[in-house]
């Protein structure tokens, strides 16, 4: 029998490291946008919400991935982790909430 080894080397954990940060990183913006969009209705001034939290997010999010491309600057591929982790992690979160609502007729 043949067994297939998988090699953990430290550019195959890091990589994985990427993409679970680009994930975290993911939640981050899209749950901040979420929240903002929940309390519109909440605020005075909702201009200032809706453009101090677009401000935050985007320094923010360029700001890891313009740290995580200094950093490795010689390891493209380390950026295009984070990246993939960051879209992943986007598209599950569309697929997760987009589900459409179930209401019970039982109710009135």
């Known amino acids: ?7 953990v080397t430290y550019d195959n954990l890091f990589i994985i490291l990427l993409l679970v ?4 990183l993911s ?22 919400l809706i453009l101090g939290s677009f401000f935050g997010r985007i320094i923010s999010t360029v700001g890891v ?6 950093t490795m600057s010689n390891h ?4 295009i982790a984070c990246m ?6 986007r598209m ?3 697929q997760y909430y987009s589900r459409p609502l179930r209401f ?5």
């Not at 029998?1 to 090699?7: G, H, I, Q, R, S």
């Not at 993939?84 to 992690?89: D, I, Q, S, T």
């Open 104 to 108: 019970s007729m039982k109710d009135k």
């Open 27 to 48: 939640v981050f913006y899209y749950g901040s946008l979420w929240l903002v969009v929940r309390n519109l209705m909440l605020v005075r001034r909702p201009k200032f």
């Open 65 to 70: 991935f313009c740290l995580i491309g200094i």
């Open 1 to 7: 029998m043949e067994y297939l080894l998988l090699v």
């Open 76 to 79: 493209w591929e380390r950026l």
């Open 92 to 94: 599950y979160l569309i």
């Open 21 to 24: 940060a680009g994930s975290g």
């Open 84 to 89: 993939a982790g960051f879209l992943l992690m």
